[in-house]
């Protein structure tokens, strides 16, 4: 008797929790989700057209910010300069690459600060500004740039690519196009680049032969005279002051 009791219980227990689950079930329903695809007005569409624009030329210049920045800035010739200079010390990774790379990074922006700011000023202000359309802003912007390449740019080297694209000779630097420019200005760049580190080399190549030959006079022949140099290296760069040496003279350069 008592376990049928525990049974009608039981079965009373369940259907009480069954129908307020039941009873929730209704009030608490899914939303219905609707997806719908309207055209908008004029204004609206012309304004997520900007947008739309602005969003792809963002993108644009972020992916081919890395080649921006090496080859149409001073980066190429402070960069190369300062690997000439280490492998002429003979210090192999000392500074390390990371060091370099971010002091050239920030003497880049140091010494490009006015093409940038004129470049902001004359285009992207606007631009955003709503005042001029992409293509009068591509060119505004660039025109800084190439101003700062056709300084920086040989005559001879600009000559080699202009005959090598085959275009008639140009009567003024607007008739150059950028195309032909930009490999004349990283030639340049070179070029001037291991000129300084000739000069930087010349110093540290008289200790090599100077140690070279006090070695052999003394038979120690069996003595890497790289190992005596490199200390006197580093002691004559620190007593000329050879940062604010080599700084000042790529600085100058521009």
Do not use: C, H
């Amino acid at each position: 008797m008592r376990k049928n009791k525990a049974y009608i219980y039981l079965l009373l227990l369940f259907l009480l929790l069954f129908s307020s689950l039941s009873v929730q079930g209704d009030e608490f329903r899914l939303p219905d989700i609707r997806l719908e695809i309207g055209t908008g007005s004029e204004e609206s569409q012309g304004e997520d057209f900007v947008l739309a624009l602005r969003i792809l030329l963002l993108l644009t210049v972020l992916s081919l910010a890395p080649a921006i920045l090496i080859m149409l800035t001073s980066f190429t010739r402070i960069i190369v300069v300062f690997s000439l200079m280490r492998s002429a010390m003979a210090t192999s990774n000392m500074p390390p690459n990371q060091v370099l790379i971010g002091l050239a990074l920030f003497l880049t922006i140091f010494t490009m600060a006015p093409v940038w700011q004129e470049v902001n000023s004359e285009a992207i202000q606007p631009y955003l500004a709503e005042e001029i359309n992409t293509e009068i802003m591509y060119e505004r912007g660039l025109a800084p740039v190439r101003e700062f390449m056709f300084k920086q740019t040989r005559e001879k080297d600009l000559a080699l690519f202009v005959e090598l694209s085959g275009l008639p000779r140009p009567g003024n630097k607007d008739e150059v196009p950028t195309y032909v420019l930009i490999p004349a200005f990283i030639i340049s760049e070179l070029k001037t680049a291991f000129q300084i580190g000739f000069m930087i080399y010349i110093p540290f190549l008289m200790i090599d032969m100077i140690v070279a030959s006090i070695l052999m006079s003394m038979g120690m022949l069996m003595l890497p005279p790289v190992m005596i140099s490199i200390p006197f290296k580093i002691l004559l760069f620190i007593l000329v002051d050879g940062w604010s040496l080599v700084i000042e003279t790529l600085v100058s350069t521009f």
